[in-house]
């Protein structure tokens, strides 16, 4: 019983594409997260909804839109991509903000 | 604003050895605090949180943390390490209804 769950597991594209990663989660937790982690393994937060309402919107290019149809699903769909966004993108969710977070096994994105 | 050092980015020690990885963060108040270990590929997994309470914690894979206020850290120690330990380490801080923020890891090599 995967948890948290995240397709696809690696992603190779061509600048300029856009491109969708999804993540769905079966813990019953009412808040998802997207994080990025560059190369040096530093993890950013990007997005984080609860009872599928945007809460957090950090400093993110407006390329990035995250949708949540319900919540136990959170999407990622990027317009336009750009070399800076080869990263692994990891999926999370919580009970509630703040509280333990539950983590995909992370979408690594390679942009050509 | 909230931040996370871990002062550390590689710790060598031998198997059998015992662990100590270092945390300290700045936070307007008490905040909750976890550790999770990422192996190559993976994605995050939590190894133990502090909320309140009792300031030592057990954590899986025989890890412990302990809170200090007064010097705002939260230290990870294991007594005996084992070659599955490898990983990356990352400390992370949050309060309820707020993001985590994490440290930038460590990364911890096993020699035998």
């Known amino acids: 019983d995967t948890a948290v769950s995240q397709t696809p597991k690696y992603l190779v594209t061509q600048m300029g594409n856009d491109k969708s990663i999804k993540c769905e989660q079966n813990?019953?937790?009412?808040?998802m997260y997207w994080y990025k982690q560059d190369s040096k393994k530093f993890l950013k937060i990007m997005f984080s909804?609860?009872?599928?309402?945007?809460?957090i919107n950090e400093t993110v290019p407006n390329r990035f839109s995250p949708k949540s149809p319900d919540k136990a699903h959170l999407n990622l769909h990027i317009n336009s991509l750009e070399l800076g966004d080869s990263a692994v993108y990891f999926c999370a969710s919580s009970q509630v903000p703040g509280n333990e977070q539950y983590f995909g096994p992370g979408t690594r994105l390679t942009v050509t | 604003a909230q931040s996370v050092t871990q002062p550390d980015i590689h710790i060598t020690v031998s198997e059998g050895a015992s662990l100590e990885l270092r945390c300290n963060y700045s936070y307007g108040a008490t905040p909750y605090l976890f550790w999770y270990v990422q192996s190559p590929g993976q994605g995050l997994q939590l190894l133990l949180k502090y909320f309140s309470g009792d300031t030592l914690v057990q954590g899986i894979k025989g890890f412990e943390a302990e809170f200090k206020r007064s010097q705002s850290s939260f230290n990870l120690r294991k007594p005996s390490v084992h070659w599955s330990d490898a990983a990356e380490y990352f400390c992370a801080v949050g309060q309820y209804g707020n993001k985590l923020v994490f440290g930038a890891g460590t990364i911890l090599r096993v020699k035998s």
């Open positions: 909804y609860n009872n599928k309402e945007l809460i």
């Open positions: 813990l019953g937790h009412d808040t």
